[in-house]
């Protein structure tokens, strides 16, 4: 999820762009992506089809493999059936009583060596052997042996066990029953079947094996493909592979990986299943032969199919980018003589902005830069008409100021009348009168130093205190002010008087007309609220019900005054004016609103921008 952080870093990068940049980023980011998503489907689609194709080469292969194996199978089942089939072979070895020398020349020549002539008409066959139990035989080499030489072997319990089904049995092991034959290091596979004969009566084992070199000819051919490799898995998930083959070396395939994965995509007859490798991916065919009740698997390394198409897709991308980069030059000469007036206009803006007025701009053309530069000029005319018009306006009211200083009182002489005045309560001892009289003064020069409409908070307090002062010498002391503003605040810019008539109102219309039996509290406060300062001024007076707040709230936003006077004797003209200037300054998001409990409290609040002047007031 994207953060609004970086949306906002994403959006502020973007806007420092000129519009040919984003232009030309526009023009690349329609062509190159789509492009790009293109080129990344058609070679996964190539890739897609190579892989089909390896399926379809590899799975003939395999159906080849499985009919070898099948014929193979056929071969030792019919061998087994044959020597199962050879009823005086089986009457000699049933036999009970300890033959002479004359029957065992005759059982040679004749039953045995039709076994030993089976073997040599299926060349492929290693060896034919019958286990049997009876105590009285006498082993021939190579194929009659007393049972107790497999003893040990972990096959025998689970060949008597089927009854006369047979078992196939994969031994990588190279010991042979005959201790004193050489190991022949080759693996086998066995057909293992009962003897039971008579019937339900265990007369022994017969072992029909071949080379695993013979039985598989696919796994173990000596001329295998360096990217790809059979292996067959056994019904107990075992692996048979050809150990001299190093594919899973030089891949470093672990087995038990592959087994893993061939677990979670078994299935009966041919399938197929890719994995990932150490980064390679490998494709797996899969054949089930049923008769052994194992898997075979043609494990294919994908590395020089993923090679080729990355390096298919490298040379598009690398010729696209190309083209795209040429194609954006060309693009960038050609918006650059697209965009070439907008750029005149805008160099016209920027001498406007340095306060040039006194030129013409040149408009030519139709299309939406030139109405464009057509409504520049005209708003060019019409500023110049202003500042004319603003300049004649000025030089009249300089001069109905002067005429009106001219009949002014001297401020000097109204300064110098208090302050004999002042001097005169002190002498009398009405410290009372003589403090009222300083407040009144500092009052009075606050409004005739009127030549700027904006003050620090600080002033516009001290102001209030003032008139609170005043106030009290009225009221015999019962109001009392309560400031809670922080330092940092002193500073901030407020309209000039945007203060004092809220709280004569306060107090004119919410405290005086409740009893003043107890004192009048008023409460002013400041804090931040994001970029803006919320001013409070609470009073504890009459208050106001909701339908009468509700009512003040909409003269207040409506700009215009309550024309009953419903509202505490009052109609808000002050709360009202304050509020249109403050909307006036800085603009609609800013005002007043009022909040009120009848017979509680009202409290008006005043929103406007953080802005600090430092130093104190100036040209106040």
């Given at each position: 999820m994207i953060m609004p952080e970086t949306l906002k870093k994403l959006s502020d990068g973007l806007n420092r762009l000129s519009l040919q940049q984003k232009l030309i980023g526009l023009y690349i980011i329609i062509i190159i992506i789509p492009i790009i998503i293109s080129t990344i489907i058609y070679s996964r689609d190539v890739y897609d089809r190579a892989i089909h194709e390896i399926s379809v080469k590899n799975e003939n292969a395999l159906e080849i493999e499985q009919v070898h194996i099948k014929n193979n199978i056929e071969?030792?089942?019919?061998?087994?059936?044959?020597?199962?089939?050879?009823?005086?072979?089986?009457?000699?070895?049933?036999?009970?009583?300890?033959?002479?020398v004359d029957q065992l020349i005759d059982f040679r020549m004749n039953e045995l060596s039709n076994i030993t002539r089976l073997q040599a008409n299926n060349p492929a066959i290693e060896n034919i052997r019958v286990y049997t139990t009876n105590p009285y035989i006498t082993e021939m080499w190579p194929i009659l042996f007393r049972e107790q030489r497999i003893m040990k072997k972990p096959w025998r319990d689970e060949v008597i066990s089927r009854n006369g089904m047979e078992l196939w049995w994969f031994d990588q092991q190279t010991e042979d029953v005959l201790e004193r034959l050489p190991s022949q290091n080759t693996s086998k596979i066995s057909l293992l079947r009962e003897l039971d004969f008579p019937k339900d009566e265990h007369l022994g084992i017969i072992e029909i094996n071949m080379f695993l070199k013979n039985f598989f000819p696919k796994m173990f051919g000596t001329k295998n493909d360096p990217d790809s490799v059979y292996v067959v898995l056994d019904k107990d998930m075992n692996m048979i592979r050809n150990h001299h083959d190093t594919f899973f070396e030089d891949h470093g395939i672990d087995p038990e990986a592959l087994i893993h994965h061939f677990?979670?995509?078994?299935?009966?007859?041919?399938?197929?299943?890719?994995?990932?490798?150490?980064?390679?991916?490998?494709?797996?065919?899969?054949?089930?032969?049923?008769?052994?009740?194992?898997?075979?698997?043609?494990?294919?390394?994908?590395?020089?199919?993923?090679?080729?198409?990355?390096?298919?897709?490298?040379?598009?991308?690398?010729?696209?980018?190309?083209?795209?980069?040429?194609?954006?030059?060309?693009?960038?000469?050609?918006i650059s003589l697209l965009l070439k007036r907008m750029y005149k206009l805008k160099d016209s803006m920027a001498r406007v902005e340095k306060g040039d007025f006194a030129f013409d701009v040149d408009v030519s053309g139709y299309d939406e830069i030139a109405e464009f530069g057509f409504h520049f000029k005209s708003m060019l005319?019409?500023?110049?008409?202003?500042?004319?018009?603003?300049?004649?306006?000025?030089?009249?009211?300089?001069?109905?100021?002067?005429?009106?200083?001219?009949?002014?009182?001297?401020?000097?002489?109204?300064?110098?009348?208090?302050?004999?005045?002042k001097m005169m309560a002190e002498i009398e001892g009405k410290y009372e009168i003589s403090d009222a009289v300083t407040s009144?003064?500092?009052?009075?020069?606050?409004?005739?130093?009127?030549?700027?409409?904006?003050?620090?908070?600080?002033?516009?307090?001290?102001?209030?205190?003032?008139?609170?002062?005043?106030?009290?010498?009225?009221l015999d002391g019962l109001l009392e002010l309560n400031i809670d503003v922080d330092k940092d605040l002193l500073d901030l810019e407020v309209l000039k008087m945007s203060l004092q008539p809220i709280v004569e109102n306060a107090i004119k219309h919410g405290i005086i007309p409740k009893n003043l039996s107890s004192n009048g509290v008023l409460n002013v406060s400041a804090r931040y609220l994001d970029e803006s300062v919320i001013i409070e001024i609470t009073d504890n007076g009459v208050g106001m019900s909701a339908a009468q707040s509700e009512l003040l709230n909409a003269s207040i936003q409506s700009g215009q005054t309550i024309e009953t006077a419903s509202v505490n004797n009052g109609n808000g003209i002050g709360i009202v004016n304050v509020n249109e200037r403050i909307k006036l300054y800085y603009g609609d998001g800013y005002g007043i609103s009022v909040t009120s409990v009848e017979g509680e409290f009202t409290m008006v609040t005043v929103t406007m921008p953080c802005k600090l002047l430092r130093g104190g007031s100036q040209n106040v």
């Open positions: 071969s030792m089942r019919r061998t087994a059936q044959m020597v199962v089939s050879d009823m005086e072979f089986l009457e000699f070895v049933k036999t009970r009583n300890e033959a002479n677990s979670k995509s078994k299935k009966d007859g041919t399938g197929s299943f890719q994995f990932v490798n150490k980064g390679t991916p490998y494709l797996v065919i899969t054949a089930n032969i049923e008769d052994l009740e194992a898997y075979m698997l043609n494990v294919i390394s994908l590395e020089s199919l993923y090679a080729e198409t990355a390096k298919t897709r490298n040379i598009i991308l690398s010729g696209i980018i190309f083209l795209v980069i040429v194609l954006s030059l060309f693009t960038y000469v050609l005319g019409k500023i110049n008409n202003l500042i004319a018009d603003a300049v004649n306006k000025q030089a009249a009211a300089k001069e109905t100021e002067l005429k009106a200083l001219k009949t002014q009182i001297d401020s000097h002489f109204l300064y110098n009348t208090l302050e004999n005045i009144l003064g500092e009052m009075m020069r606050y409004n005739l130093r009127w030549k700027n409409d904006f003050v620090v908070l600080e002033e516009e307090l001290n102001y209030i205190k003032n008139y609170i002062d005043i106030m009290n010498l009225r």
